[in-house]
């Protein structure tokens, strides 16, 4: 790997690598840069300055508007912010066109501590859903370019009843959350689900989802 010299900025060795993802950690750079720690910051403290690189958390980078590549995609890029985690919540439901507004906030579900960031990017939120295997009811997608992990849309509710910390019946959670229509229940669906989620919370919350999509 060719690595940085006085005579180039850092952005242009970078789009020489052809192998580097969109987001660079610090790892990633430390590679292309020779020389100390001090001058690895250093270079990319003014990188930063001139706008070639911009910083999305602390250790996260993508370049500047001039040399990047592609458009960010906010529900890509935050699988890169923090994991391991998936898009949930109302980003979820949104995306599945289940709630009519627009979600400012992108929301996510992780096995780690929750957490907020906020960045160049837009806000992003994660909460800590102790659910083994976490990618029960997530599903991968690629649109427009781009590739993230979603869940899908009873994991989703699933995931907001959890999280609420109130005991929710499914009508009064489509009407707090302006859902004009419920996604179907399958039979398998549902025992999984139920497998998943241990919490009393979610369970009655299915269980009333079952009733009413079966009565």
Do not use: C
Request: charged share 25%; proline share 4%; net charge positive.
């Amino acid at each position: 790997m060719t690595v940085l010299d006085g005579n180039k900025k850092l952005p242009e060795l970078i789009l020489r690598q052809g192998n580097l993802p969109e987001v660079l950690t610090d790892t990633d750079l430390g590679h292309l840069i020779q020389g100390s720690d001090d001058r690895r910051y250093s270079l990319i403290k003014r990188s930063l300055a001139r706008g070639d690189l911009v910083q999305i958390r602390r250790g996260l980078y993508v370049l500047g508007d001039l040399y990047r590549r592609k458009t960010i995609h906010a529900l890509e890029l935050a699988q890169k912010i923090y994991g391991p985690s998936y898009i949930s919540f109302e980003s979820a439901l949104s995306y599945w066109g289940l709630i009519p507004e627009a979600v400012h906030t992108v929301t996510s579900g992780s096995l780690a501590r929750s957490q907020d960031f906020e960045t160049p990017f837009g806000y992003f939120a994660y909460t800590r859903i102790p659910v083994r295997p976490l990618y029960a009811g997530v599903t991968r997608k690629i649109d427009d370019g781009a590739t993230f992990l979603i869940a899908q849309p009873l994991r989703a509710l699933a995931d907001y009843v959890y999280a609420s910390r109130k005991i929710w019946k499914v009508k009064d959670l489509a009407e707090s959350l302006r859902i004009a229509e419920l996604p179907g229940l399958e039979a398998e669906e549902f025992e999984a689900m139920s497998e998943w989620f241990r919490n009393h919370r979610v369970r009655i919350f299915l269980e009333d989802y079952r009733k009413m999509r079966h009565s």
